[in-house]
C-alpha cells in the first residue's frame, strides 16, 4: 500500500513557475515507477510526465516538453515537477501516480493515486 500526497500547487502569472512534489508514504516507493497526470474541467484525465523507479527514465508529454520537468528522490520517498514557463493551458489539478509495472500514459494502468493539487495560471 502507498499513500501519496501532492503539495506545491497555487495561482501563477502565465511565464511563472512552480515547484509540485508528491510524498509517499509506505513500503517500497523505490520499487515504483511514477507519474504526472492533471486534468482541466470538463476534460478527461491527461498525462503530463514519468519516470522509472531508479530515475534513470523520464517520459514527457508533447505539450510540456522543454517546460516541465520530472525528477524524484527516493531517499525522501519523493517525486516532484518542476513546471517553467506555466501557460494558462497549463490550470489544471494535478495528480502524482504510482505503478508498479512500467510506466505508461495510460491512467487506469496506475495503482495509487494522491487527492490532487490545483495550479492555476493567469493570462
Known amino acids: 500500500q502507498v499513500q501519496l500526497v501532492e503539495s506545491g500547487g497555487g495561482l501563477v502569472q502565465a511565464g511563472g513557475s512552480l515547484r509540485l512534489s508528491c510524498a509517499a508514504s509506505g513500503r517500497a516507493f523505490s520499487s515504483y515507477d511514477m507519474a504526472w497526470f492533471r486534468q482541466a474541467p470538463g476534460k478527461e484525465r491527461e498525462f503530463v510526465a514519468a519516470?522509472?523507479?531508479?530515475?534513470?527514465?523520464?517520459n514527457y508529454a508533447d505539450s510540456v516538453k522543454g517546460r516541465f520537468t520530472i525528477s524524484r528522490n527516493n531517499a525522501k520517498n519523493t517525486v516532484y515537477l518542476q513546471m517553467n514557463s506555466l501557460k494558462p493551458e497549463d490550470t489544471a489539478v494535478y495528480y502524482c501516480a504510482a505503478s508498479i509495472r512500467r510506466a505508461t500514459m495510460l491512467p487506469n494502468e496506475y495503482d495509487y493515486w494522491g487527492p490532487g493539487t490545483q495550479v492555476t495560471v493567469s493570462s
Open positions: 519516470i522509472s523507479c531508479s530515475g534513470g527514465s523520464t
